[in-house]
């Protein structure tokens, strides 16, 4: 155990954006003590050689990324590795008792065959797969308490399936006509140099990518087929928008009921999510920006009922590094540790 009964945690790959948030988030969360931050391209360096705004907060190492080592200190192990990484070092760590979040896509998936498929990589792990929960708490909770793997969603997943949920489980909508159209800021594609992520290319423009082949997909597509009862096609199109952090993800479906007004929507939206506290639904005819969530765990939703073309309108803004990635992996920690879901994790965002 950490000091004074705090958990020992650990975070690998703790060199990218969504790694330096979870160590940020994680040095003021009550119960736990970072002891081990892991990354193989940065052995020996101080952190704060990655992270210099960090130098008088973390004065820790980056070390070898050893799961016997990780095992000896740490009761729970953050992966924020590349996809295609986590699946060789998790089942190791897992086997030894520890608790095990991954960031990264390689437990996100029920059928492995569909990873497979989607990021080009066998895998010969399908009992550690098979008892993974996927990390999304507003609709698997229950999972989560008993949990020892889970895989944390991916970002544009978490803003469009906590848009699409509520029509899903109840029926309020002919599934196959889910269109989602979503737009990331720039931190989405990580800290690595690229070319279309540079200030020359990506300010003053905007563009979808991945048209009809984005990796999210599947996993938007598996939730959705979840809820649904059945197999569900989505339509998702992601665009790169020329700010730093924030997603918006309109979604649009044909209901079932074109007599079902915004009222009626909100009603049922407020109802569904009315134990989910990092959920807040706007009030009638008011719709999100991304700045709202900028800096929180908060996910906001904005909810239009079109009477002319049948269709539900939703919106939905996260922070992508946020709720969209290392805050919702705490998230998921407060509830596997039974502590309160809103524990550690930032409850505003910063405004302007």
């Known amino acids: 155990m950490g000091n004074f009964g705090r958990v020992p945690v650990g975070v690998v790959g703790a060199s990218d954006y969504g790694g330096v948030q979870l160590v940020r988030l994680l040095m003021d969360h009550p119960e736990v003590e970072l002891v081990y931050l892991g990354n193989e391209s940065s052995i020996g360096k101080p952190f704060a050689d990655l992270y210099p705004q960090l130098a008088h907060a973390v004065n820790q190492k980056i070390e070898a990324v050893d799961p016997e080592v990780i095992a000896q200190r740490c009761e729970v192990v953050f992966l924020c590795l590349p996809n295609g990484q986590a699946c060789e070092i998790a089942p190791q760590l897992l086997e030894k008792g520890c608790k095990v979040l991954d960031l990264s896509a390689d437990y996100r998936f029920s059928h492995l065959p569909t990873y497979t498929a989607w990021y080009s990589k066998e895998r010969t792990d399908r009992s550690t797969a098979a008892v993974a929960v996927y990390g999304l708490p507003e609709l698997y909770r229950d999972r989560l308490t008993e949990a020892q793997l889970v895989g944390c969603p991916g970002c544009y997943p978490t803003a469009s399936l906590l848009a699409l949920s509520p029509l899903l489980k109840q029926g309020l909508i002919v599934p196959e006509t889910a269109i989602i159209d ?97 959920v807040k639904i706007c009030d009638p005819g008011i719709y999100p920006q991304t700045k709202w969530a900028y800096g929180s765990n908060l996910c906001y939703i904005g909810i239009e009922a079109d009477p002319r073309t049948g269709r539900a309108i939703v919106m939905s803004v996260i922070d992508n590094l946020i709720k969209g990635q290392a805050g919702q992996a705490i998230q998921c920690l407060n509830i596997m540790m039974d502590w309160d879901e809103t524990l550690g994790l930032p409850k505003l965002g910063f405004y302007p």
């Open 182 to 278: 979503a737009k990331s800021g720039t931190s989405g594609g990580g800290r690595q140099a690229k070319i279309n992520m540079l200030l020359a290319e990506a300010d003053n423009s905007l563009a979808a990518y991945s048209v009809s082949r984005h990796h999210h997909t599947p996993e938007i597509e598996q939730i959705c087929s979840d809820l649904a009862g059945h197999e569900v096609t989505i339509q998702f199109t992601p665009h790169l928008i020329p700010m730093v952090r924030g997603i918006l993800a309109t979604v649009y479906a044909t209901l079932r009921d074109p007599g079902l007004v915004r009222d009626d929507l909100i009603t049922i939206y407020r109802a569904f999510y009315r134990n989910s506290p990092w």
